[in-house]
């Protein structure tokens, strides 16, 4: 299965279940189940949210350009423009952990599951000698 379709199953659960939960509580009008059901929301909006502009590919282009390819956008930056990438929990050591690109104008997450990140890491040092990367 490719990484951007075992990335979309979690997704399909939580819309999934969200369903359940408002066919389960729609004819309650507790107010425990009206919050609970904007909490769930929410979470599956942030959940949601955060997974379309995940970078879920990096294309390293010969011209030194850089390209994060996420579902909602694309993202395609100069290596010199490239100012720092670090881990977001500051190591690798959590397997859920994803890297902070930051660039001039903003940052790229990148999930640290990505196949091709040590191989970005290494010509990222190549291409911008000066940029900060994770040790």
Not at 29 to 45: K, N
Not at 53 to 60: A, D, F, G, L, Q
Request: with cysteine; net charge positive; aromatic share 10%.
């Amino acid at each position: 299965m490719s990484p951007s379709r075992a990335g979309a199953i979690p997704l399909v659960l939580l819309l999934i279940m969200s369903a359940l939960v408002v066919w389960r509580f729609h004819d309650q009008s507790d107010a425990f189940d009206v919050y609970f059901i904007v909490a769930w929301f929410a979470l599956i909006v942030f959940v949601v949210g955060s997974q379309l502009v995940m970078t879920r590919e990096v294309i390293v282009h010969a011209d030194d350009e850089i390209e994060f390819v996420g579902w909602a956008k694309r993202v395609r930056v100069q290596a010199r423009e490239i100012r720092s990438a670090r881990w977001l929990l500051g190591y690798q050591a959590v397997r859920s952990s994803c890297l902070v690109v930051n660039h001039d104008t903003g940052r790229v997450y990148l999930p640290s599951e990505i196949r091709n990140l040590q191989e970005f890491l290494s010509d990222l040092g190549k291409a911008n000698p000066s940029v900060r990367l994770p040790r």
